[in-house]
C-alpha cells in the first residue's frame, strides 16, 4: 500500500525556468510532509518540509505547498539551476509515527 | 563532524552468505532507520529503532535482521534468507518521535550486489 505517490517518474525543464513537482498522498493522518534530494550513490538529504497546519513554506529559490483537501504537495523551484539536477523524494509522517513513507520519487534534470 | 557513516559503500556476496551493514551514528539521535531503495521505487523501510535495545519490524523486514546494543550503532544483516537482496541500503537517523519535522539524516548508503 503505497500511502505516498509521485506519479512523474521524471521532469525536464530549463534552467532559469520553474521546476514543479508533485506528490500525493492517501494517509489523512500524516502530519509532516518533507522533501528530500538525491544525487547518485549517495543518501537523501533534507529539503524543506510542511507542518499540516500550513499551506505554504518558502526556503529561498524552493517552496513547498499542501493541499490537505485534496492530499496533495508540491515544490517549486524558481529559477532552476543546473546543480538542481536530482532526484527528489516526497516523504511524509505521523507525528508520533516513526515510520516515515517516502514515494518512488522524481528525478529532474534541469537543461543549461 | 556530525552524521552518519556507513560501511562498507560497495559490497559483493555470493548467494547464501549473510552479510552484516554497519551504521554509525554521533549526532546523539535516539532513533535509527534502515531502508532499501530499488530502481523506480521510494525507499522502503526494513527496520528501525527508537531507543536502545528496541527495535520494530517495517514493511519488509523478512530475510533481515538488527541490533541496537548502543545508540550510536544500529547494523543490519542480510541473511541468506532474503530473495532478493541486490540493493542500495540507506541507514538514517533522527531525534525521536514527536520531535520537529522528524527530519531524517541519512548515510552515504551501502551497495550491496549478491553475484
Known amino acids: 500500500d503505497q500511502q505516498v505517490k509521485q506519479n512523474s517518474p521524471s521532469l525536464s525543464v530549463q534552467e532559469g525556468r520553474i521546476s514543479i513537482l508533485n506528490c500525493d498522498y492517501t494517509?489523512?493522518?500524516?502530519?509532516?510532509f518533507l522533501w528530500y534530494k538525491k544525487y547518485p550513490a549517495e543518501g537523501p538529504t533534507f529539503l524543506i518540509s510542511?507542518?499540516?497546519?500550513?499551506d505554504k513554506n518558502e526556503d529561498g529559490r524552493f517552496t513547498v505547498f499542501l493541499n490537505k483537501s485534496a492530499k496533495h504537495l508540491s515544490l517549486h523551484i524558481v529559477p532552476s539551476q543546473p546543480g538542481d539536477s536530482a532526484v527528489y523524494f516526497c516523504?511524509?509522517?505521523?507525528?508520533?509515527?516513526?515510520?516515515?513513507?517516502f514515494g518512488a520519487g522524481t528525478r529532474l534534470t534541469v537543461k543549461p | 563532524d556530525g552524521g552518519i557513516t556507513q560501511s562498507p559503500k560497495y559490497l559483493f556476496r555470493k548467494e547464501g552468505q549473510n552479510v552484516t551493514l554497519s551504521c554509525e551514528q554521533n549526532?546523539?539521535?535516539?532513533?535509527m532507520y534502515w531502508y532499501r531503495q530499488d530502481p523506480g521505487q521510494g525507499l522502503r523501510l526494513i527496520y528501525y529503532?527508537?531507543?536502545?535495545?528496541?527495535?520494530q519490524k517495517g514493511d519488509i523486514a523478512e530475510g533481515y535482521s538488527v541490533s541496537r546494543e548502543k545508540k550510536e550503532s544500529f547494523p543490519l544483516t542480510v541473511t541468506s534468507a532474503q530473495k532478493n537482496p541486490t540493493a542500495f541500503y540507506l541507514c538514517?537517523?533522527?531525534?525521536?518521535?514527536?520531535?520537529?519535522?522528524?527530519?531524517?539524516?541519512f548515510g552515504e548508503g551501502s551497495r550491496l550486489t549478491v553475484l
Open positions: 538514517a537517523s533522527s531525534i525521536g518521535t514527536g520531535s520537529g519535522t522528524g527530519e531524517l539524516f
Open positions: 494517509n489523512s493522518m500524516f502530519d509532516y
Open positions: 510542511i507542518s499540516s497546519i500550513k
Open positions: 516523504a511524509a509522517h505521523e507525528l508520533e509515527g516513526n515510520d516515515m513513507r
Open positions: 549526532l546523539n539521535h535516539d532513533a
Open positions: 529503532s527508537q531507543i536502545v535495545n528496541d527495535f
